[in-house]
């Protein structure tokens, strides 16, 4: 093999190493902002129904203010164990340790492609990670912070993937989060989320809240982190966004391996 091509292959094995950031535009936040994302904030007047709450649970009412960030250092707000950033350089954080009854939330919806499906499986997939930190305020669980996860197919109106805890609700994997007192922790939690092949180019939304308690003098707040149609590690280089090899990569990488060899039988 010439030099040529043999430096083409490693670069393309090298971008290849990383999963592909297929769907959702600034998956991994790594333009240091919420490009790509709608942002928004409200105020949490109280869950409703009975428990096992979901989406149909959300009681938000309109005001406050969006006091997410793009973090790219730890350690997190109130000391919770967590990995800052996620992967990368940067993670998203909804809301923040600051009351009143607020609730902030992240949405995004994008079209799901072949270019979201894993050559090792053949299906589609949408992944990341997520992690909460609340505070237990001591109230009626329809009154605690929270947060809600949610990933649903738009164009069909189905959801495919939801998580929902409020602050101190047992059968979680919370824990508490060092000297902190009435605090406690999710860490990083892998989404592995398999989207049906008829759900082929429909728009795929992932939606995060996190709230303060209904009677406002406790907080809530989320990260979310790790997009890709392979699964990304924490710690991991950010995903680059590169064709999957089950489309044109290979195609691509056919072409320049030939252009290398034809230029270098002609310098011969």
Known sequence: ??????????????????????????????????????????VNNGLTGSQPFTGSSLNIGAGGAFRGAVVTAGPDLKGAPLALPYAGTATARVNNTATGGIANFISQADTITNADR???DNKLHVRFSYAVVLNDGGHAPNGQPFFYLRVRNVTKNTTLYEDFSFAAQTGTQFQPVPSQSGWSY????????????????????????????????????????GFGSSVVTPGATAATPVPTTNE?????????LLGGAWWSRRRA
């Not at 093999?1 to 090298?14: D, H, P």
């Not at 769907?23 to 904030?41: A, R, V």
């Not at 044109?248 to 320049?256: E, F, H, M, N």
Request: glycine share 10%.
């Open 1 to 42: 093999m010439n030099k040529i091509a043999r430096v083409v292959l490693c670069a393309s094995v090298a971008a290849m190493a990383f999963p592909a950031a297929a769907i959702f535009q600034n998956g991994g936040f790594e333009s240091g902002n919420f490009s790509g994302w709608t942002t928004g904030s409200g």
């Open 118 to 120: 894993d050559s090792s």
């Open 186 to 225: 999710l860490p990083w939690k892998a989404a592995d989320v398999i989207v049906p092949d008829a759900d082929l180019g429909d728009s795929i939304e992932v939606y995060l809240l996190a709230s303060d308690c209904e009677p406002s003098a406790h907080a809530g707040y989320a990260y979310l982190d």
């Open 248 to 256: 044109y990569t290979l195609g691509a990488l056919g072409l320049l």
